[in-house]
């Protein structure tokens, strides 16, 4: 069975740091493409970070590039967004998304249940 757990969400100040993990099972974590994804009230989810796995190449939204790190531990099987600067703009629910297998191009594309990230100004 896929899961995807995500944790680490919560209420910061403007300017203050969050680190969020995607924990997963059910799956080989160290073959799939990962992401980070979210969700403001009224608006659409979009795409804030993801990470390839053979060689670990990351992609970024332009509105966190430079305060945002998206990394990950193939070891424990765990995704991880380091999210630094943060701005009121940032609140939202942030979604772990698991998506394609680097080595057969298998489509998994699950997602986590996510966690609240509210940032105060």
């Known amino acids: 069975q896929v899961r995807l757990v995500e944790s680490g969400g919560g209420l910061v100040q403007s300017g203050g740091s969050l680190r969020l993990s995607c924990e997963t099972s059910?799956?080989?974590?160290?073959?799939?493409?990962m992401g980070w994804y979210r969700q403001a009230p009224g608006k659409e989810r979009e795409l804030v970070a993801v990470i390839t796995t053979a060689n670990g190449i990351t992609n970024y939204a332009d509105s966190v590039k430079g305060r945002f790190t998206i990394t990950r531990d193939n070891a424990k099987n765990t995704l991880y967004l380091q999210m630094n600067i943060l701005k009121p703009e940032d609140t939202a629910v942030y979604y772990c998304?698991?998506?394609?297998?680097?080595?057969?191009?298998?489509?998994?594309?699950?997602w986590g249940q996510g966690t609240q990230v509210t940032v105060s100004s």
């Open positions: 059910g799956f080989i974590f160290s073959r799939y493409s």
């Open positions: 998304h698991a998506w394609r297998d680097y080595y057969n191009n298998y489509l998994l594309n699950r």
